[in-house]
């Protein structure tokens, strides 16, 4: 039987902060790395103090563009995230399945809500 893998995201970033996109690459890397060989692994919280959806967009939602929503549920478990922050952690999930479903739509829905906003710049 294969042995669960635990990725602490507090040892992978160094800090109770978890906020920069940057920061949730680097999960996103190990995550990729383990799921791809085909292991078990579990996202420990422990001692995350701060989270962002941009941190939690690059660590979790990007794996849903390289990996089926069944093999990341089936992989990939989490553990010792605050209530607040697993809500988050929900709704990032959530925007990253319909994202990743069609994402020229999702992309043409975001420019049209936006508009020519940014064109002057």
């Known amino acids: 039987m294969q042995k669960d893998i635990t990725i602490s995201i507090f040892e ?20 990729a790395k383990v799921i791809k060989e085909g292991a078990n692994v579990i996202l420990s919280f422990y001692n995350v103090s701060t989270l962002t959806s941009a941190f939690l967009n690059a660590a979790i939602g990007q794996l ?21 922050d697993l809500a988050l952690l929900k709704r990032v ?21 936006l508009g020519d906003e940014d064109s002057g710049l």
Do not use: H, M, N, W
């Open 64 to 84: 849903y563009g390289e990996f089926s929503e069944e093999q990341i549920r089936s992989s990939l478990k989490v553990k010792d995230i605050q209530p607040d």
């Open 12 to 31: 992978v970033v160094g800090s109770p902060l978890c906020v920069a996109s940057s920061d949730g690459q680097k999960v996103y890397e190990r995550l």
């Open 93 to 113: 999930v959530e925007t990253a399945k319909q994202y990743f479903k069609d994402p020229q739509r999702f992309d043409q829905a975001v420019q049209d809500t």
